[in-house]
């Protein structure tokens, strides 16, 4: 009978014990951001968004470059519409930077490939012709406030598949434009702040945009001209895009 008792003691002290397996702490140390994306990935509901990253600091001013400012990475990824090469914001020998709705904080973001390769060709271009017009400074650098590139969904809306669900949008909150004195100048894309520089620069960035894009792009073709921007605009927009700039590659660009 004692035996029975001691045997009962045992197994109701294993099952109060605390047991810690090797796997409770998993994933705490880590942001899994450079985890491969699998084939049949599919975004979440919301926009694809890491940790904040670090607050991009940058005690010289970078030379003016006006091509390949972007660090883009030569890894594909597959995603749920095809392949998108990764931006790495944080690089602070390029140009162009940025970060998911931060004006400081860097961070990375899909694009398609064909988008990736005209960012790297156009876009700084593009500010620094926005930034001419508008009466800046010439920036060495510059840094992206968006709120994401890929996002597999619907335009709202509509029932086609947005830009977004191909990598070929971004969209953009602030242009924070650097000057070689590391002076910053804030430029934003909501319609309540399109007046004076600010109207101008948004204009002539769209317009840049627009002119960089392949002939096969015209009117009738979906975001022909590369962007979505608000109605206050000369290039024309719509009250959906009052607090960002949606700048995209567009599907009659093609793939080259």
């Not at 942001?31 to 491969?36: I, L, M, N, P």
């Not at 009466?135 to 709120?147: C, S």
Request: some cysteine.
């Amino acid at each position: 009978m004692r035996q029975y008792f001691w045997l009962l003691l045992l197994l109701l002290l294993a099952n109060c014990s605390p047991y810690v397996s090797n796997l409770d702490g998993l994933g705490e140390q880590s942001s899994f951001a450079d985890v491969d994306i699998p084939d049949d990935f599919e975004a979440p509901e919301d926009e694809i968004v890491e940790d904040p990253g670090p607050e991009l600091v940058i005690e010289q001013p970078l030379p003016i470059s006006l091509k390949n400012t972007f660090a883009i990475e030569d890894q594909f990824f597959n995603l749920a519409r095809g392949a998108a090469l990764r931006w790495d914001g944080c690089v602070t020998d390029k140009a162009s930077q940025g970060g998911y709705n931060s004006d400081t904080r860097c961070g990375r973001a899909f694009f398609h490939p064909s988008f990736a390769d005209n960012l790297n060709q156009a876009f700084f271009q593009c500010v620094s012709d926005a930034a001419k017009a508008a009466d800046y400074p010439q920036p060495v650098r510059v840094f992206i406030k968006h709120l994401g590139s890929y996002n597999d969904r619907l335009a709202r809306n509509s029932s086609q598949l947005s830009h977004h669900a191909y990598a070929r949008a971004w969209d953009i909150v602030n242009f924070n434009l650097y000057d070689k004195d590391g002076k910053m100048y804030r430029v934003s894309t909501f319609k309540r702040d399109y007046k004076g520089e600010q109207a101008i620069f948004y204009d002539e960035f769209r317009s840049c945009w627009r002119d960089s894009l392949p002939s096969s792009c015209g009117p009738g073709d979906r975001e022909y001209k590369g962007s979505v921007g608000h109605q206050a605009s000369q290039l024309g927009g719509n009250s959906l895009h009052n607090d960002h700039l949606h700048l995209a590659y567009p599907l009659c660009a093609g793939n080259s």
